[in-house]
C-alpha cells in the first residue's frame, strides 16, 4: 500500500483496525509512537546502485486501554510528515512488537488494514544466475538432471 492509498483508506475509518497475519488483532489502544521516511541506497547482487523510500510506522500498545487513535488523528501526523520530509506516495511498512521488531506490509480490506508479511527476493536474477525455471520437488531428482 502506498501512502496516498493509505490516505485514502483512512477517510473511511472513525478508528483503524490492525489484523496482524495470524488472524488477530493489534490491540485498539495502540499507539503510533514514529512516522519514519526511510532512505535505503543500496547495489543490488547485479551491480545496480538503487534508491528505496518508505515510510514507516511504528506501533507500540501500552497500558492505557482507554487510549484510541482516530482516523484522523494518524492522517495529522501524516500531514506534519508530509510537510516536515516531503513525502509523496512512498510504500507503507508497519513496525509492531512481536518477539522482535516485526515489519509489515499493509493492504486494506472491508474496512481493515492487513498487515502482510515481506519477503525477501533477487532484485537481478538475469545477473546472479538464478534459474527462472521451477526446481524439481524432493524426491524427483534424477543424477544428471541437473538438480541434485
Not at 21 to 47: M, Q, R, W, Y
Not at 95 to 124: D, H, K, S, W
Amino acid at each position: 500500500m502506498t501512502l496516498l492509498e493509505f490516505k485514502t483508506a483512512l477517510q473511511q475509518v472513525t478508528y483503524p483496525t490492525l489484523l496482524l497475519p495470524n488472524g488477530t488483532h493489534v490491540p485498539g489502544h495502540f499507539h503510533v509512537t514514529e512516522l519514519a521516511l526511510i532512505s535505503k541506497n543500496f547495489i543490488d547482487c547485479g551491480g545496480v546502485a538503487r534508491l528505496e523510500r518508505k515510510v514507516t510506522f511504528q506501533l507500540w500498545v501500552a497500558n492505557d486501554l482507554d487510549h484510541r487513535l482516530t482516523a484522523l488523528k494518524w492522517l495529522g501526523i501524516l500531514k506534519k510528515g508530509e510537510l516536515d520530509y516531503g513525502l509523496t506516495d512512498e510504500p507503507i511498512e508497519i513496525e509492531y512488537q512481536g518477539q522482535t521488531i516485526e515489519r509489515y506490509g499493509l493492504t486494506y480490506t472491508n474496512g481493515v488494514f492487513n498487515l502482510m508479511p515481506l519477503f525477501t527476493e533477487c532484485l537481478a536474477p538475469d545477473q546472479c544466475g538464478i534459474p527462472t525455471e521451477k526446481l524439481p520437488s524432493a524426491g524427483s531428482c534424477i543424477p544428471g538432471g541437473g538438480c541434485c
